[in-house]
């Protein structure tokens, strides 16, 4: 049977990681694969991570099975992160959280859930989106369909077409949302647009899952949390899958969590049962180094405070790079407009490179970006942006003449 086998497509943004890791050049940068890169280049251990490990390692007592759902330690530090500790979605227990391998993870047990309690149900995700979504929502059996979502020409959200779309979903569908740092765009609801999508959603019986991977990357971990607490504020069901990869800088960890939302308790904790299911048929319950990690750090207040101010160094060396770009650009005589990339947030951006400006920046320069002309700010350093934008220029240049 395997002989009759075509290879399958490699995958459209890790393949291009392979790609560069066999690239000679030195002077190689990838800005395609999702991960935050330091001033040196480097995905680096934060220092609070490696602070509670050795705490973990003095004082772990066992290698045996985690909860189907988690730990309830890493349950509430992840409540308390999305909602406040104060929120009365936490006093009242009106949510039920699930520790997932990796926000991947806690969108596939989504998925899963979905096909199980919600049959018929359609997924709506925005256009573009990250390209995984489709796969994973698909993999589960339900149909995907897209919204208006990003206006090429004024580099932000096509809002009025988005709303125009929304008021047609059917009732008992199922709107899929980033909650900051929108991927790929880097292009964000604004506060009154989160409101207003909220009160639609609403009003039409649809559920909202909202892929809150970016916590942090954006403005704050408090004001980036504004848009899940603005659709939590309708009081109907909402799926938040979140990730802890890239504000804990744990990716090979692969620590996520899934958490259901409901109008009272008894309902979170009905949810919340057919969540485990999912986890029971999928790989079981979740790998613990991870989340125990993430747990001793939120439920430390000393390694929290710690914790925040990293989150604000990567947040504002991303920001840092934004700005550098586009003087750099300029300085280099690029006419083509980039300001546009100063203003979005988080570690994407729509570059408007096209297809064939991607591929020669790829194939003259040994700079790798999606082919949609997405590009992973964080990839960019003080060392390689003199480099980086000589050849954005060449490429403009040359396809522009």
């Not at 909602?83 to 949510?95: Q, S, W, Y």
Request: glycine share 8%; hydrophobic share 40%.
């Amino acid at each position: 049977m395997f002989e009759k086998l075509t290879p399958a497509p490699p995958d459209s943004i890790l393949g291009l990681t392979e790609a560069f890791k066999q690239d000679p050049n030195p002077r190689k940068i990838n800005l395609g694969v999702g991960v935050y890169k330091d001033a040196d280049g480097n995905t680096p251990i934060l220092r609070t991570v490696s602070l509670a490990e050795e705490r973990l390692l003095a004082s772990e007592k066992t290698k045996s099975y985690l909860p189907i759902d988690g730990s309830p330690a890493f349950q509430r530090a992840t409540q308390e992160l999305l909602f406040g500790a104060d929120h009365e979605i936490v006093t009242n227990k009106r949510a039920a959280t699930a520790q997932a391998p990796g926000g991947t993870g806690a969108l596939r047990v989504a998925a899963d859930f979905i096909a199980a309690t919600m049959p018929g149900a359609t997924v709506w995700v925005s256009d573009p989106t990250w390209p995984n979504h489709p796969g994973i929502f698909k993999a589960a059996g339900l149909a995907v369909r897209t919204y208006p979502y990003f206006d090429p020409a004024a580099h932000g959200v096509k809002f009025e077409a988005m709303i125009e779309t929304l008021q047609d979903i059917p009732a008992g569908d199922v709107l899929v949302l980033h909650g900051c740092c929108h991927n790929p765009t880097g292009v964000d609801l604004a506060p009154a647009q989160w409101r207003q999508v909220g009160e639609i959603v609403a009003g039409r019986g649809v559920m909202p899952l909202i892929d809150f991977a970016y916590q942090g990357f954006a403005e704050g971990l408090e004001q980036d949390a504004a848009g899940v607490r603005a659709m939590c504020g309708t009081g109907g069901d909402i799926l938040i899958a979140n990730s802890y990869s890239k504000n804990f800088g744990l990716y090979n960890e692969r620590v996520g969590a899934l958490t259901v939302v409901a109008s009272s308790a008894e309902a979170a904790q009905a949810a919340a049962s057919h969540v485990k299911l999912a986890v029971r048929t999928n790989y079981s319950n979740p790998p613990a180094h991870g989340g125990a990690i993430v747990s001793a750090i939120l439920n430390d207040a000393q390694l929290h405070r710690q914790w925040e101010q990293e989150v604000t160094e990567m947040r504002e060396r991303i920001n840092a790079m934004r700005h550098l770009f586009v003087e750099t650009l300029n300085e280099k005589g690029v006419q083509q407009d980039f300001d546009f990339i100063a203003r979005q947030r988080g570690m994407f951006s729509f570059s408007g490179l096209s297809a064939e400006q991607v591929k020669l920046l790829r194939d003259k320069y040994s700079i790798y970006a999606v082919g949609s002309g997405r590009i992973n700010v964080a990839g960019m350093t003080e060392a390689n942006m003199e480099y980086l934008c000589e050849a954005i220029a060449g490429v403009l240049r040359a396809t522009q003449a």
